[in-house]
């Protein structure tokens, strides 16, 4: 192991160790911390300007009630529109990955080479070039300013990420397995859904948390892409809001957790699965 | 007879299964991510503001972009963000080495140094706009408790684009560390034992044993974190929307500006190719290494 395991060290040291690790996470996580007590400070607060000191009063319902008042705000309305966009396009995206990543893993055809790195250059492009045309593409199609267009554009996009990704865990599968499935006389259909989906299912969960936090943050898209409240996910909906709330620095900051917390549960429920997803498996040497 | 249709049977299975497999993700891949590549290479040869008919224009777009004042403080500021953002990888791989450690609530601290990178970049703009406020920022704050005039970074031609960079630092080193704490774990043991045998310890152990194992977190640490940067936009848009006077402008949101403010499609067509180029020496690297790998 390295550095020096510190429990080789001296009773020092090993002291030290622990207030610095404490020190640097206080730091390291301040930011969170402010926006999470700003988030429950009332407005007295707000006014005097005591926005780094302890809250003189805790408005933590009144704040997130207000946030998420139909009546006051569409903040509900954009958290709902983030969900119906993430979800489906998760779902289809992980999908057609697989079935992509299984061919281009399992048969050996032509230009197989080509058409997987065809994946892995789109994934990387920056994505503003897509822009013009893609919008220019909804509007002839009259789903611009539609959660349909955020929701084909996130599955296209992140299809190229996906298959890259199911690709490669796809190939480190022991071979054998669709060969005995093949002889006992399953269709090719029959091998990816009875074979192939359930030994990848780990990797299809490191893949799903982490298309859901890229696509639920996406910013870029949303902006270009919708306008109208109906439309608009809660990244685009908050940088809205907060002309609105100008000042009210404890609602932004209420409006700003609620917009964190889908994807920070997420992590922490699932976080074998999305170091697993982040690292490609593992940092492969 | 019956085998051998089940033979044909076979067979054209396997000729059709990649074409129906691959058909779903080809079409909307194509049609959203790589045909728009080549649509928008052709449109930055146009005049056209969106509506109605494309003029072509040739190269004037390009001739324009090179002699824009703009272009070159995006481009410039584009390379700032390039060249410091890679401050991420080896901020990430201290951070790493330091909390690689097996002492009690490490699981746990560990989670909560990477978790700002799962925080949406509109959160994180918006925090440290709020940390930069000269009136109400905890910065200010800090300034005047010594006595000084609090700058407001955000509005300053000359700091806003390094007080963007160092948000993006935060959420960007987190995603680094996690990486080199993934490369540490599954670190060669013996290797190590070997190398303290032979004496090494410290910078040296760090740069001739550990460092040549991270290799693999190093290269995707680095390829990330370089595409991340050429792409720069929430931040921008979130915390200066290119200004004081364009001044923190990258790329990327000068193209924005050109095609959706300005109704100039082909211009910031031209802008989204050069950025596209750049980019293609890096993609270029990546699979080059990819496709190696597949040999």
Request: hydrophobic fraction near 45%; charge should be negative.
């Given at each position: 192991m390295f550095p020096t395991p510190i429990e080789r060290t001296t009773v020092p040291t090993r002291v030290v160790y622990r207030v610095a690790l404490f020190v640097l996470l206080i730091l390291w996580l301040l930011p969170m911390v402010a926006i999470l007590v700003t988030s429950v400070r009332g407005n007295a607060d707000i006014i005097s300007g005591?926005?780094?000191?302890?809250?003189?009063?805790?408005k933590m319902f009144q704040n997130y009630a207000e946030v998420f008042n139909p009546a006051r705000s569409p903040m509900l309305q954009y958290f709902i529109n983030s969900v119906i966009i993430t979800l489906p396009s998760v779902f289809m995206a992980i999908f057609f990955s697989a079935m992509a990543g299984y061919t281009l893993a399992i048969h050996r055809f032509r230009g197989r080479i080509l058409l997987y790195a065809m994946f892995i250059a789109g994934n990387f492009v920056?994505?503003?070039?897509?822009?013009i045309p893609v919008r220019t593409l909804f509007a002839n199609l009259d789903?611009?300013?539609?959660l349909w267009a955020l929701i084909i554009f996130h599955t296209s996009f992140q299809i190229g990420f996906a298959t890259f990704f199911l690709r490669n865990f796809i190939a480190d599968l022991p071979m054998a397995l669709v060969e005995s499935a093949r002889i006992e006389g399953a269709t090719e259909m029959g091998v990816f859904f009875r074979v192939i989906m359930p030994l990848i299912r780990p990797a299809l969960a490191s893949l799903g948390v982490l298309l859901f936090t890229f696509i639920w943050n996406d910013f870029f898209w949303a902006l270009t892409l919708v306008q109208s409240d109906a439309a608009r996910p809660i990244t685009f909906g908050l940088q809205a809001l907060r002309g609105q709330w100008s000042i009210s620095w404890n609602l932004i900051a209420a409006g700003s957790v609620i917009a964190a917390i889908p994807s920070v549960v997420v992590f922490f429920v699932l976080q074998r699965q999305f170091i697993a997803g982040l690292t490609f498996g593992g940092v492969k040497e | 007879m019956k085998k051998d249709t089940e033979y044909r049977w076979l067979r054209l299975q396997f000729t059709l299964a990649p074409v129906y497999f691959l058909a779903p993700a080809f079409l909307l891949f194509a049609v959203f991510v790589l045909w728009p590549v080549v649509q928008s290479i052709w449109i930055s040869f146009h005049e056209w503001s969106g509506f109605g008919e494309m003029t072509w224009v040739g190269l004037q777009n390009y001739r324009e972009l090179f002699s824009d004042p703009d272009f070159h403080i995006s481009l410039a500021n584009n390379i700032r963000w390039l060249v410091l953002m890679l401050l991420a990888p080896v901020g990430g791989l201290f951070i790493a080495l330091f909390l690689n450690q097996n002492v009690r609530g490490i699981r746990m601290i560990k989670s909560l140094f990477f978790?700002?990178?799962?925080?949406?970049l509109v959160v994180i703009g918006l925090i440290f706009s709020w940390f930069y406020n000269?009136?109400?920022?905890l910065l200010a704050a800090v300034f005047r408790a010594f006595g000084a005039k609090p700058i407001p970074i955000l509005a300053n031609e000359h700091l806003a684009t390094y007080g963007i960079i160092l948000a993006n630092l935060w959420p960007q080193t987190a995603y680094c560390m996690i990486l080199y704490l993934t490369g540490l774990t599954s670190m060669n043991a013996q290797v190590i034992e070997a190398g303290r045998i032979d004496g090494a310890f410290g910078w040296t152990m760090l740069w001739n044993v550990v460092l040549p194992q991270l290799r693999g977190a190093t290269f995707i640490a680095v390829v990330v974190t370089v595409i991340g940067a050429l792409r720069s936009f929430d931040l921008i848009a979130i915390m200066t929307?290119?200004?004081?006077w364009g001044s923190s402008n990258v790329l990327a949101y000068m193209m924005y500006q050109e095609s959706?403010?300005?109704?100039r499609m082909g211009y910031g067509a031209s802008i989204a190719v050069i950025l596209f180029l750049i980019m293609t020496v890096f993609i270029t690297f990546f699979l080059r290494s990819v496709v190696q790998n597949e040999r």
């Open positions: 005591n926005y780094w000191g302890w809250p003189t009063e805790f920056p994505f503003q070039i897509l822009m789903l611009l300013d539609t | 978790f700002p990178f799962v925080i949406n000269p009136d109400l920022g929307s290119g200004g004081p959706l403010f300005n109704f």
